[in-house]
């Protein structure tokens, strides 16, 4: 806090009013078959994302993110995306956000504080817009409502930003709580919590820094056509978690995809097969058992690598690495171990959960990863944390 105090001062000449901590994030399960209305399962992680803020008496904004030593400023009454403001570009969406909504704002001055940089791809860039619309609605004490605020933040998105608005990156970075998984059910647009609790275990992101190339353009299997041919393969069910499943017969399944080329079908299926994951790691968990909920995120990646094309070669030499810490390598049914590639791009980062004294062990493989393959990894311990909360309210 003296920190960000001293910095804000040192830019803006006084101690900011508001300080709001917002932690990082990475989806376990289900960030790519959300747009079939199914389910993400998250966590918030103590990587946190600062934003301090105070009012001006102009109508001018002005951004500083300290660990880019960068500074930014613009206008309210031109506020629009420039190329060259890069990561101000997320807090002026939120500002737009606000006033497309009819909300009256005034000039400001932001600090953005993070030692994790957005494009590490742990929910950053989610933090700093989900933080700076947070931070704005407490300063200006506008009359705005958690679904206001959620709808400030999708203006932004859409509307400014021209991007996607994934409401599990934003209940994430909003409503999270320690200890606990968030699941986001995107039919309803609800969110529900997950006690997560296996004391043995320690929970690693890793950014292996592979670059992030697309080697297929994952709109094309957003098609609607595909969409509805998933959604005939959806029976009702009771007694499950969010209402239905999808069709167990392997025939059933085959002959309503015949209609598509292989590829696709393949695509299809992972997205077929990931909602039972999300189904299982979630029954696993309220049961404790972690073997089970291992399964689930083994076979998520595996199907990620083989069905929906996603993986890259380094990401999956870690996760074998990861795998190899098992005790009894030659007959697993209860793993005591997981990790998966996780975010929406193609390759770079991934999570890794496994037993405290197998630590040292994973980090003497990420030494022979760089190694092997030129990249120096970035690894970071995590545990689930709070939402988007203020720290300082003057």
Same mark, same amino acid.
């Given at each position: 806090m003296k920190e960000i105090f001293a910095l804000h001062k040192k830019q803006y000449g006084e101690v900011p009013k508001i300080v709001v901590e917002t932690p990082g994030r990475f989806h376990l399960l289900g960030e790519h078959s959300w747009f079939c209305k199914d389910k993400t399962v998250s966590m918030a992680v103590n990587?946190?994302? #600062?934003? !301090?803020?105070?009012? *001006?008496?102009d109508s001018t904004v002005h951004f500083y993110f300290h660990q880019l030593k960068e500074s930014k400023k613009a206008s309210l009454s031109t506020l629009r995306v420039k190329k060259e403001d890069r990561w101000a570009n997320n807090?002026?969406?939120?500002?737009y956000g606000f006033t497309s909504g009819g909300f009256d704002v005034k000039g400001m001055d932001f600090c953005v504080y993070s030692e994790i940089l957005p494009s590490a791809g742990f929910g950053? =860039?989610?933090?700093?817009?989900?933080?700076t619309a947070v931070a704005i609605r407490q300063l200006l004490k506008l009359p705005c409502s958690d679904a206001q605020l959620l709808q400030v933040i999708e203006r932004g998105n859409k509307l400014f930003l021209h991007t996607g608005n994934y409401i599990a990156d934003n209940f994430a970075a909003l409503y999270s709580k320690p200890g606990n998984l968030i699941i986001t059910d995107h039919a309803t647009g609800t969110y529900d919590y997950i006690p997560f609790d296996f004391k043995d275990k320690k929970i690693?992101?890793?950014?292996?820094?592979?670059? +992030?190339?697309s080697i297929w353009d994952e709109s094309t299997i957003q098609e609607p056509e595909n969409v509805l041919l998933l959604g005939d393969l959806r029976d009702r069910k009771r007694g499950v978690y969010g209402g239905w499943i999808y069709e167990q017969s392997a =025939?059933?399944?085959?002959? =309503?995809? !015949?209609?598509?080329?292989?590829?696709t079908k393949k695509k299809l299926l992972y997205i077929i097969k990931e909602h039972q994951h999300v189904?299982? !790691? *979630?029954?696993?968990?309220?049961?404790? $058992?972690?073997?089970?909920?291992? *399964?689930?995120? $083994?076979?998520s990646h595996e199907n990620l690598r083989d069905l929906y094309k996603l993986s890259c070669p380094e990401i999956d030499w870690i996760l074998? *690495?990861? !795998? %190899?810490l098992e005790p009894k390598l030659e007959y697993i049914r209860e793993p005591v171990t997981c990790g998966r590639i996780t975010g929406k791009g193609f390759g770079r980062c991934l999570f890794a959960i496994i037993r405290k004294e197998d630590v040292?062990? #994973?980090?003497?493989?990420?030494?022979? #990863?760089? +190694?092997?393959?030129?990249? =120096?990894? %970035?690894?970071?311990?995590?545990?689930?944390?709070k939402g988007a909360h203020l720290i300082r309210n003057v």
């Amino acid at each position: 806090m003296k920190e960000i105090f001293a910095l804000h001062k040192k830019q803006y000449g006084e101690v900011p009013k508001i300080v709001v901590e917002t932690p990082g994030r990475f989806h376990l399960l289900g960030e790519h078959s959300w747009f079939c209305k199914d389910k993400t399962v998250s966590m918030a992680v103590n990587l946190p994302v #600062y934003i !301090s803020v105070t009012a *001006r008496e102009d109508s001018t904004v002005h951004f500083y993110f300290h660990q880019l030593k960068e500074s930014k400023k613009a206008s309210l009454s031109t506020l629009r995306v420039k190329k060259e403001d890069r990561w101000a570009n997320n807090l002026k969406a939120m500002i737009y956000g606000f006033t497309s909504g009819g909300f009256d704002v005034k000039g400001m001055d932001f600090c953005v504080y993070s030692e994790i940089l957005p494009s590490a791809g742990f929910g950053i =860039t989610t933090a700093i817009k989900v933080g700076t619309a947070v931070a704005i609605r407490q300063l200006l004490k506008l009359p705005c409502s958690d679904a206001q605020l959620l709808q400030v933040i999708e203006r932004g998105n859409k509307l400014f930003l021209h991007t996607g608005n994934y409401i599990a990156d934003n209940f994430a970075a909003l409503y999270s709580k320690p200890g606990n998984l968030i699941i986001t059910d995107h039919a309803t647009g609800t969110y529900d919590y997950i006690p997560f609790d296996f004391k043995d275990k320690k929970i690693f992101l890793t950014d292996a820094k592979v670059p +992030r190339i697309s080697i297929w353009d994952e709109s094309t299997i957003q098609e609607p056509e595909n969409v509805l041919l998933l959604g005939d393969l959806r029976d009702r069910k009771r007694g499950v978690y969010g209402g239905w499943i999808y069709e167990q017969s392997a =025939t059933e399944i085959n002959e =309503t995809l !015949s209609e598509t080329d292989e590829d696709t079908k393949k695509k299809l299926l992972y997205i077929i097969k990931e909602h039972q994951h999300v189904l299982d !790691s *979630r029954e696993a968990i309220l049961k404790g $058992n972690f073997g089970a909920f291992a *399964r689930a995120i $083994n076979q998520s990646h595996e199907n990620l690598r083989d069905l929906y094309k996603l993986s890259c070669p380094e990401i999956d030499w870690i996760l074998k *690495r990861v !795998s %190899e810490l098992e005790p009894k390598l030659e007959y697993i049914r209860e793993p005591v171990t997981c990790g998966r590639i996780t975010g929406k791009g193609f390759g770079r980062c991934l999570f890794a959960i496994i037993r405290k004294e197998d630590v040292d062990t #994973y980090m003497k493989k990420l030494t022979e #990863y760089e +190694r092997l393959f030129g990249f =120096t990894p %970035e690894t970071y311990e995590v545990k689930p944390a709070k939402g988007a909360h203020l720290i300082r309210n003057v």
